[in-house]
C-alpha cells in the first residue's frame, strides 16, 4: 500500500499525554512528522497500512466504519479470531478523522510493541460468536474491545466503548445459563506499563476495565501495570472501572454516573482492589443511583491499598477513605491537575 498523499479535509492533530504515559521516555505514536501516513476506510485498507508499515512512525487515519468481518459472520472462535483481531505496531497513531471513525465486529491488539497512541474512535465491543463453557461458571466469552498486553507507552484517548448495538439484556439462556457474548471493553495485562487513558466515554458494559489478568501472574506483573485515568466518563456500567491485579492506579477527574436499579446494566461497584495493587483515587466524582454507603464503591479481591482524597460521592464532599483499605498509596511522580470536573 502507498503511503498516501490526499486526505480529506479534518483538523490537524498532535498531542501527548500526561500521566503514566509519560514518563520513561514519554509516548509520540507515530510523532509529529510522520514517516508514513494513510487514510483507511475498510479493513482491507487498514491491513494492508499495518502490514506495509511495520514499526516505522506512522499516522493512519480512519474514516468510517472499519468492519473486521467485512460483513461476512464469523462462523466459529477460530474465524473470529483469525479475521476479527487488528494487531497495530509499535510508533502509530490510529486517529479517526472526525466523529464517524468507528470498529466493530473488531477486537484491537496492542501486543508486544510500544509507543502507541489510539485517539478519536469509537469502539463497539466484539460479540463472541462461540461463548465457551467453564464449568461452574457459565458461559464466557473471549474478545475485548482494546486489549494491551506485554505492550508499554500507549494512549488511549478521546475513545468511546459502548456494547452499541448489542446489549446484555439480548443474551439468550443456553442449558440453563446465560449465553454471555461480550468479555471486557479495555484489558490491560501481561507486565503492560506506562499507560495513560484519557478523555474517554466507557458505556452500556458489565466487566468493563481489568487490569492484571491472573494473581498467579506476580513475576511478570509486579513493579508494571503503570496505568492512569483521567477526564474519563463511565456511565450505565455494572463493574470494574477498574478491576485491579498488581498494578499502581491513579485515576483523577473522572465521573462515574450510575444506577443500582438501572434495567439492563444494574451498577455493581466501581474499584475492584486485587493481589498487590494500590489504587489512588483523586478529585473523581461518583453519582450512583440507590446507593448510600460509599464503601459499595468499592469491593475488595485481596488488594489491600485504596486510598481518596477530594471527591464527590452523591454530591456530598466527605473522606471516602476506610472500608477496609489502607490509604498508604504514594503520589506518582509527575505533574498533575487534580479538579472536581
Known amino acids: 500500500m502507498d503511503n498516501i498523499t490526499h486526505i480529506p479535509p479534518h483538523e490537524p492533530w498532535y498531542q501527548t499525554p500526561d500521566g503514566w504515559a509519560s514518563q520513561a521516555g514519554g509516548t509520540t505514536g507515530g510523532g509529529e512528522k510522520p514517516e508514513l501516513e494513510y487514510y483507511v476506510t475498510t479493513i482491507a485498507e487498514l491491513r494492508q497500512a499495518i502490514d506495509a508499515s511495520g514499526d516505522r512512525k506512522k499516522r493512519i487515519w480512519v474514516g468510517g466504519v472499519i468492519d473486521a468481518s467485512a460483513g461476512v459472520p464469523y462462523l466459529n472462535r477460530q474465524d473470529q479470531s483469525r479475521r476479527g483481531r487488528i494487531f497495530l505496531g509499535s510508533n502509530t ?7 464517524n471513525a468507528k470498529f466493530i465486529e473488531s477486537a484491537l491488539l496492542v501486543q508486544d510493541v510500544s509507543n502507541v497512541i489510539i485517539h478519536n474512535i469509537f469502539i463497539e465491543n466484539p460479540v463472541d460468536v462461540d ?36 446489549t446484555m439484556d439480548m443474551y439468550k439462556e443456553v442449558d440453563g445459563w446465560k449465553y454471555v457474548q461480550h468479555d471486557g471493553s479495555l484489558d490491560i495485562k501481561r507486565a503492560s506499563d506506562y499507560i495513560t487513558v484519557s478523555n474517554c466515554l466507557f458505556t452500556l458494559h458489565d466487566k468493563t476495565i481489568l487490569i492484571g489478568h491472573s494473581d498467579s501472574n506476580d513475576a511478570e506483573d509486579t513493579g508494571k501495570l503503570r496505568v492512569t485515568f483521567h477526564d474519563n466518563n463511565f456511565s450505565r456500567i455494572v463493574q470494574r472501572t477498574p478491576r485491579v491485579r498488581f498494578g499502581n492506579i491513579h485515576l483523577y477527574n473522572n465521573v462515574f454516573d450510575n444506577n443500582t436499579a438501572d434495567p439492563i446494566y444494574k451498577y455493581q461497584y466501581s474499584f475492584g482492589v486485587g493481589k498487590n495493587s494500590r489504587t489512588l483515587s483523586e478529585y473523581n466524582v461518583f453519582n450512583v443511583k440507590g446507593l448510600t454507603d460509599h464503601c459499595k464503591l468499592y469491593k475488595g479481591f485481596g488488594g489491600e491499598f485504596l486510598a481518596d482524597s477530594g471527591s464527590v460521592f452523591n454530591q456530598k464532599t466527605g473522606d471516602l477513605n476506610g472500608c477496609g483499605f489502607t490509604p498508604g498509596v504514594e503520589k506518582p511522580p509527575y505533574a498533575y491537575s487534580p479538579r472536581l470536573c
Open 93 to 99: 497513531t490510529l486517529i479517526g478523522i472526525d466523529h
Open 131 to 166: 461463548p465457551q463453557f467453564e464449568e461452574g461458571d457459565g458461559w464466557n466469552a473471549e474478545w475485548d474491545g482494546l486489549s494491551i498486553i506485554r505492550a508499554h507507552h500507549v494512549w488511549v484517548s478521546h475513545v468511546t466503548f459502548t456494547d452499541g448495538r448489542f
